[in-house]
């Protein structure tokens, strides 16, 4: 996933776009993890995690970003979508060694309070999300990123974010849904947007598949 957007309060709103190859199998979400039950999320196919998911019953959400910095090694290399997963199911991340893991960002929120987790190769960091409206991005919290500095003040002004996911692809920097051609002919893209909501009386979570609006889904 590419791009969060954090509204703290209650309700508490986390909103994922997730880009990646359109051949890159996928499933929507649902409970689909024995080792994880009552957990909600969409479904990597090809690494069995998830870029976001939410436990209704616990009230807490978990959402993972590609980061920057020093890849894990190939040969001991490890998806990092099981570490949403964990988060998620526990209310922490988890215990392993990250080295294994490439670069990433891992939001965690329930109504305690939004933390990230930036593993950058090297070094963990964590910090609390300020209250309001936030952009989490590849860069993690960047406010000089174009996509935050055209899509953040949208965000925290708009009293409907589904408006915000309605206009078309694009390949401009500052895109908020992208679509980009490889030059070996493959397309990434903004392939689905899901939202979760979190209250003390209930938990829900929305999903939009937008492979329609780009072109095929695996």
Do not use: Q
């Amino acid at each position: 996933m590419c791009t969060l957007i954090v509204r703290t309060g209650e309700p508490l709103t986390l909103m994922g776009v997730r880009d990646e190859l359109t051949d890159r199998p996928w499933e929507a979400p649902g409970e689909h993890w024995p080792d994880h039950p009552g957990v909600i999320g969409g479904r990597d196919l090809k690494g069995g995690g998830t870029w976001m998911a939410v436990s209704p019953t616990a009230r807490r959400a978990a959402a993972l970003l590609n980061g920057r910095g020093r890849e894990a090694p190939e040969t001991t290399r490890i998806s990092r979508g099981d570490l949403a997963l964990h988060a998620v199911s526990t209310g922490a991340v988890p215990d392993v060694d990250l080295t294994r893991y490439d670069p990433f960002h891992l939001v965690l929120a329930d109504l305690a309070g939004v933390r990230l987790f930036s593993w950058d190769g090297d070094r963990l960091t964590d910090s609390a999300l300020p209250e309001g409206t936030s952009m989490v991005v590849n860069t993690g919290l960047d406010p000089d990123a174009e996509r935050v500095r055209a899509y953040l003040p949208r965000f925290a002004s708009a009293a409907d974010w589904g408006e915000l996911i309605t206009g078309a692809h694009s390949a401009r920097p500052d895109a908020l849904l992208i679509r980009h051609t490889l030059p070996d002919g493959r397309v990434f893209a903004s392939l689905s947007v899901m939202r979760v909501t979190l209250a003390h009386d209930d938990a829900a979570y929305e999903f939009t598949d937008l492979t329609a609006r780009i072109g095929s889904k695996a």
